[in-house]
């Protein structure tokens, strides 16, 4: 299973821009990159999901470069409700990551006024 | 369209007693994993099953668990003769059939289980 890593946490004030950046040498040329987001107390919510260059939704980005040994979620114009843990996934169709996600530590963004 | 459901969102048990949690996929999807997450802890997967098979038990321990997600109803996870250690949050997740674009798993509320 391709292994991820990603900074343990990050802060930011409201308003701003927030890149978090996530690591996966391994990834394997079937593996999607996958990004969910998770409250206290809740599961874990999905955000985004790509497989290389960039995607675009209504709440995220997530830009992937070519070599896709890595990714960055962006997070446009953050609130204080945006401080969550931040998880990076990476698996997908087929393979032995097939059905199988693995979490690693995730980040936490912490959003200040 | 009703997300993941589970239930009881919270279970109290003790020692040697057996806990049994319940996970209703979203509507149309046809495949069930279930995570368990310790504090401070990302989630492990534990298990994966389609309709009335396990494709994936890999993750759960080999005794005491069991799972299973019937022809009708929901995905049940039994836990025989809890211990403390099996104290922790139980998520589940569903998704649509396979496709080759990906798999996009989602999550339930998540269970949480404390075992006195």
């Known amino acids: 299973l391709a292994k991820t890593t990603q900074p343990i946490s990050m802060d930011s004030y409201e308003g701003q821009e927030v890149n978090i950046t996530c690591s996966h040498n391994?990834?394997?040329?079937?593996?999607?990159i996958t990004w969910y987001q998770q409250f206290p107390s809740q599961g874990p919510r999905f955000i985004i999901q790509?497989?290389?260059t960039k995607v675009t939704n209504e709440v995220a980005s997530l830009f992937i470069p070519a070599d896709r040994k890595s990714s960055t979620l962006s997070l446009p114009r953050v609130s204080l409700s945006d401080t969550a843990v931040y998880y990076c996934?990476?698996?997908?169709?087929?393979?032995?990551?097939?059905?199988?996600?693995?979490f690693g530590q995730g980040t936490i963004l912490t959003v200040h006024p | 369209n009703a997300g993941v459901m589970q239930n009881p969102r919270h279970l109290v048990r003790r020692r040697g007693q057996e806990a049994r949690l319940r996970c209703s996929p979203m509507?149309?999807?046809?495949?069930v994993y279930w995570y368990r997450q310790l504090p401070e802890e990302g989630l492990k997967f534990m298990v994966y099953?389609?309709?009335?098979?396990?494709?994936?038990e890999s993750g759960m321990p080999k005794e005491r668990f069991s799972a299973e997600f019937p022809k009708e109803g929901p995905s049940i996870l039994r836990i025989q003769q809890v211990v403390r250690g099996d104290s922790a949050a139980y998520f589940c997740?569903?998704?649509?059939?396979?496709?080759?674009?990906?798999?996009?798993?989602?999550f339930g509320p998540g269970t949480r289980l404390l075992v006195l």
């Open positions: 997740a569903s998704s649509r059939d396979r496709d080759f674009m990906g798999e996009t798993q989602y």
């Open positions: 391994n990834i394997a040329t079937n593996d999607y």
């Open positions: 790509g497989y290389k």
């Open positions: 996934l990476v698996g997908g169709a087929g393979g032995t990551s097939y059905g199988k996600l693995t």
């Open positions: 509507k149309g999807h046809s495949h």
């Open positions: 099953l389609q309709k009335e098979n396990i494709i994936d």
